[in-house]
């Protein structure tokens, strides 16, 4: 279940961020993956420095991402980046401001 975070600063004390109401900004960033991760090969892509990440689809999201539900369908095995990704922290402020323009 997602978890409502109230924004501290924001000027309207209703405002909040939660996943639920998001396209799921932050699944369109690059997300490379560390030792330790664990996910499945076929949504792993490599550069040509054999860096590791998770594959996007040309509409830009994860390909471990599912379309209709918007909801991560890897989401025991999601790489590290994703586990430590806050929801409510600065970068998904910025994401989601980002989108919404
Ligand atoms: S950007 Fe923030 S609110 Fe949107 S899906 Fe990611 S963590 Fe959730
Ligand atoms: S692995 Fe899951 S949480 Fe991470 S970017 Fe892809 S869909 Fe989002």
């Known amino acids: 279940m997602a978890m409502i975070i109230p924004l501290s600063h924001a000027a309207n004390d209703s405002t909040t961020v939660t996943c639920a109401s998001c396209e799921a900004c932050c699944c369109k960033l690059q997300v490379l993956l560390m030792?330790?991760?664990?996910v499945p090969e076929h949504l792993v892509e490599y550069?040509?420095?054999?860096?590791?990440?998770?594959?996007?689809?040309?509409?830009?999201?994860?390909?471990?991402?599912?379309r209709d539900t918007l909801l991560c369908t890897i989401y025991q095995r999601r790489p590290m980046l994703c586990r430590e990704y806050a929801m409510g922290g600065s970068d998904c402020i910025d994401e989601r401001a980002l989108h919404a323009k």
Do not use: H, I, K
């Open 35 to 38: 030792a330790g991760d664990n």
């Open 47 to 66: 550069d040509q420095w054999n860096t590791a990440a998770m594959r996007r689809q040309s509409d830009g999201w994860c390909a471990a991402l599912s």
